[in-house]
């Protein structure tokens, strides 16, 4: 057909040193496509693309952790059995690896980050599969460390491509609590404002504030007055100090400026770490 170029090779348009450069493109467009699988709308990434919070009906997916600058992902499987919630990535580990197609025993080198452990998923950098012409993981979503015995580690199955230190990560995923909203403790004169009370949720190590506190009391609070108590289980294990709220691990919020009779406070704005 006129205008269609020859296939790459000797008698194609191209030299043989472009199946190099395009199979390079393609690992990209593949590296692309599971980064686009593992980025659900629900999913928090972070700026490198690496899934470190995955939450909605099913946390049962395949996302990628340790990318970094220049460094391409792996892919692995969260690990989750299927159901709704919020779960947290835990490290990651990141080494190289050495695989032999098949089998479930491997090696690694030195390890940054956390340490490698039982249970953790785990991934590799994605080598040529020979048989289809494409890249193919070495290690199969859904593959987690059986045993860690220095240098030597086992796997839960055995490897879908080999390879000498190839790039391996391998982290955690933690289904965290949420604790959906509950209702503040006011104090004396204090009231909700707007339409819904002021309340505290806790979705993994994030605590969120909503609603509105009212002055009622009849005059102006005194810098430093406690407003509210946020409810048992949803508070900081260190003090959180910010330029107008204090809020104390007994859960006692005070304000730090005057207000006056009247006047509300809006809380929808307050997010901080419980530890």
């Excluded at 020859?6 to 593949?30: E, M, T, Y």
């Excluded at 499987?77 to 491997?106: F, N, R, Y």
Aim: glycine share 14%; net charge neutral.
């Amino acid at each position: 057909m006129p205008g269609t170029p020859g296939p790459v090779g000797k008698n194609g348009p191209f030299s043989p040193h472009w199946n190099a450069v395009l199979g390079a493109i393609r690992g990209s467009q593949d590296g692309v496509r599971a980064l686009q699988v593992g980025a659900q709308n629900t999913n928090i990434l972070d700026q490198y693309g690496n899934t470190i919070q995955v939450s909605g009906s099913n946390l049962n997916q395949i996302v990628t952790i340790g990318s970094s600058f220049q460094q391409a992902g792996v892919q692995v499987s969260t690990g989750i059995p299927s159901g709704a919630g919020l779960a947290t990535q835990s490290g990651p580990s990141i080494t190289s690896i050495t695989l032999t197609k098949g089998s479930s025993s491997a090696t690694v080198g030195a390890v940054s980050g956390a340490a490698l452990a039982v249970g953790q998923v785990i991934g590799a950098q994605e080598r040529l599969d020979p048989a289809l012409g494409v890249q193919e993981p070495s290690l199969t979503p859904g593959t987690t460390i059986a045993t860690v015995s220095g240098s030597s580690i086992t796997l839960s199955q055995g490897a879908a491509e080999g390879g000498t230190n190839l790039y391996c990560a391998a982290a955690r995923f933690i289904v965290q609590q949420d604790t959906g909203w509950e209702a503040l403790s006011l104090a004396t004169n204090i009231n909700n404002g707007g339409g819904y009370p002021a309340a505290a949720r806790q979705a993994g190590t994030i605590i969120s504030l909503c609603g509105q506190l009212v002055n009622n009391t009849g005059s102006t609070t005194a810098s430093g007055a406690v407003w509210a108590t946020l409810p048992s289980g949803i508070r900081p294990t260190a003090a959180i100090t910010t330029p107008v709220w204090n809020i104390a691990t007994n859960g006692q919020m005070s304000y730090q400026i005057p207000v006056a009779n009247g006047n509300a406070l809006p809380l929808d704005s307050i997010v901080f770490r419980a530890s």
